[in-house]
C-alpha cells in the first residue's frame, strides 16, 4: 500500500488534491517552503522537494538516516532536520548539500520542531530535552529538561 499526501484548503477543509509519495514506506513530516514548494522526509532516507502545483518531485536529497522525523524551513534556503538518531543536520536544499550536523540532540518527539524566524532561533523537542538552537551559527543557546525526564530521574539529562 503506498502512502498518500493529502492537501487541503486551509479555508474550506476541502481536499484540493492527493498524491502518492513514491519509493517510501511513509511519510514522516512535511512543510510547505517560503518559495511554495512542499520538502518532505520519509522512512526513505530521503528529502523530497515537490512542485506545488503539479506534486511532481524536482529534487531529492539523500539523509543516509532513516530515522530523521522532524523537517523544517529556516531561512535562506536552509532546511533542519531531526529524529531518533541524535543528531540535527543543516541542509541548503538549493544545492542539496549537508552543512553541518549537530550531535546530542534529543529530537525524539515526532513533529518537534518549530524554527522562530525573528529570532533566528529553532527549538527542538525531544522526550528528555528541549534544545534551543541559534540557527545561524549552529549553537545550542539553552536546553531544557522535561518533565519526564525529571519523573524518570535521568541521570544523563
Known sequence: KLPFIKVFDINSCECKSSFIHPDSAAVWKICQLSDGKIASIGVDKEIKIWDENSYEVKQRIETNQAQMRCIAE?????????????????????????????KDIDCSSNNSMLYYPQKDLLLVGGLYIISLINTSSHEIVKKYVTLLASFLKKSEV
Open 74 to 102: 529556516l531561512k535562506n534556503g536552509k532546511i533542519a532536520l531531526g529524529g531518533f538518531s541524535g543528531e540535527l543536520k543543516f541542509f541548503d536544499y538549493k544545492s542539496g548539500k549537508l552543512e553541518e550536523t549537530i
